[in-house]
């Protein structure tokens, strides 16, 4: 099992910028991709972006590409969203999240039934 801890959240004016964070402890190394989720109120949980955690392909969803970017740093068992040139639509609880499958291409990991282990979210508002 992983534990995830995002930060990062907050309050920002659209086109403002955002970095959330999420720190992964415990048997990272059978964590092999971590993706990005997000929530709106009355809304389902959907997809934003996804890293393999020992290489470095990305996906995005379409509604984020060009302007969030995923990353991650290895040794200190951290994944990134860079979070650019925000919209109120981008309004959500952010969720991070681990898969211990392996590698089964970009689609499987757009589903949040294909992640094991979720982080608490934070709350991510942009303001018109």
């Known amino acids: 099992q992983v534990q995830l801890v995002e930060s990062g959240g907050g309050l920002v004016q659209a086109g403002g910028s955002l970095r959330l964070s999420c720190a992964a402890s415990g048997r990272t190394f059978s964590s092999y991709v971590m993706g990005w989720f997000r929530q709106a109120p009355g809304k389902e949980r959907e997809f934003v972006a996804h890293i393999k955690w020992r290489g470095s392909g990305t996906y995005y969803a379409d509604s984020v590409k060009g302007r969030f970017t995923i990353s991650r740093d290895n040794a200190k068992n951290t994944v990134y969203l860079q979070m650019n040139s925000l919209k109120p639509e981008d309004t959500a609880v952010y969720y991070c999240?681990?898969?211990?499958?392996?590698?089964?291409?970009?689609?499987?990991?757009?589903?949040?039934?294909?992640?094991?282990?979720w982080g608490q979210g934070t709350q991510v508002t942009v303001s018109s």
């Open positions: 999240a681990a898969s211990r499958t392996l590698y089964s291409g970009s689609s499987y990991y757009t589903v949040s039934g294909s992640y094991d282990d």
